[in-house]
């Protein structure tokens, strides 16, 4: 329980580094400010993904049949989801290995910024039904 904790201050340290990259790459679009905005991508993504590690050690188990549908589903949709969200950065930085200045253009990082919303959203989504279909459950068996 004690290393939930510790990543779920990193996450949220690391969401106000990456929203203040953001912020400050817009508005005073310096090589700097967008070189912050890009370094906190992989460390949200590395956080994230020992998140997720952390939720399917922890798991929802309650009963054998059931609960492993559950998990699965959520172990399916959280892998598919990061892998989806780490390949477009894997895109990302490939245009940038052929053009060094992808990184610097603010539709690329308006876009990125908004698909990792759109991911942190699913995925919380993805959690959120695992618990409620725990919940569901666990009424049913009592």
């Not at 949220?12 to 929203?19: A, P």
């Not at 991508?41 to 009963?63: H, T």
């Not at 049949?65 to 998990?71: Q, Y």
């Not at 618990?131 to 459950?137: I, V």
């Given at each position: 329980?004690r290393i939930r904790k510790i990543l779920n201050v990193l996450l949220i340290l690391v969401n106000v580094f990456m929203?203040?990259?953001?912020?400050?790459?817009?508005?005073?679009?310096?090589?700097?400010?967008?070189?912050?905005?890009?370094?906190?991508?992989?460390?949200?993504?590395?956080?994230?993904?020992?998140?997720?590690?952390?939720?399917?050690?922890?798991?929802?188990?309650?009963?054998?049949?059931?609960?492993?549908?559950?998990?699965?589903?959520f172990d399916d949709s959280t892998a598919l989801l990061l892998v989806f969200y780490v390949l477009l950065f894997l895109?990302?930085?490939?245009?940038?290995?052929?053009?060094?200045?992808?990184?610097?253009?603010?539709?690329?990082?308006?876009?990125?910024?908004?698909?990792?919303?759109?991911?942190?959203?699913?995925?919380?989504?993805?959690?959120?039904?695992?618990?409620?279909?725990?919940?569901?459950?666990?009424?049913?068996?009592?």
């Amino acid at each position: 329980m004690r290393i939930r904790k510790i990543l779920n201050v990193l996450l949220i340290l690391v969401n106000v580094f990456m929203i203040t990259g953001f912020v400050l790459a817009l508005v005073y679009a310096t090589e700097y400010f967008k070189s912050i905005f890009w370094i906190s991508i992989p460390l949200f993504m590395a956080i994230i993904a020992l998140d997720i590690n952390e939720w399917s050690k922890i798991g929802l188990d309650i009963d054998k049949e059931k609960s492993r549908v559950i998990k699965r589903s959520f172990d399916d949709s959280t892998a598919l989801l990061l892998v989806f969200y780490v390949l477009l950065f894997l895109i990302i930085c490939f245009f940038q290995q052929l053009d060094k200045r992808v990184f610097q253009h603010n539709y690329v990082i308006i876009g990125f910024f908004i698909m990792t919303i759109v991911f942190e959203l699913f995925m919380y989504l993805s959690l959120h039904n695992a618990k409620r279909d725990t919940a569901k459950l666990l009424e049913e068996q009592h």
